[in-house]
């Protein structure tokens, strides 16, 4: 926070790499987790007779299906975030 902090304080052009690099991910697994679950939900969709017909709950399928193909790309990025910066940097 304190590093956001302090570039958010600096001009636009004077580049901050890991700010950018943190919006670009973030925005990048947003898109990723929007898309994830509609596929998600196409999928549900189309296996949705075959589910009925089986007397099982459809739709709390598909809902759980989207819900966890929705947060799956941010909380990978998450990881990746955390095994780069955690890293001890070579002096």
Known sequence: ???LA????SSL????P???KAVSEKVSALAQ????A???WTRG?????????????PLADIG????????????RQVRLNHRRLSRRRKR
């Not at 302090?6 to 304080?9: G, L, P, S, V």
């Not at 987790?33 to 994830?36: F, H, K, Q, R, Y």
């Open 1 to 3: 926070m304190p590093i």
């Open 6 to 9: 302090a570039e958010a304080t």
């Open 13 to 16: 052009v004077s580049g901050r």
């Open 18 to 20: 890991e700010t950018v």
């Open 33 to 36: 987790g929007i898309l994830a």
């Open 38 to 40: 509609q596929v998600a």
């Open 45 to 57: 969709a189309l296996t949705l007779p075959l589910v009925i017909a089986d007397a099982s709950s």
């Open 64 to 75: 759980r299906s989207m819900a966890l193909a929705a947060v799956e790309p941010a909380g």
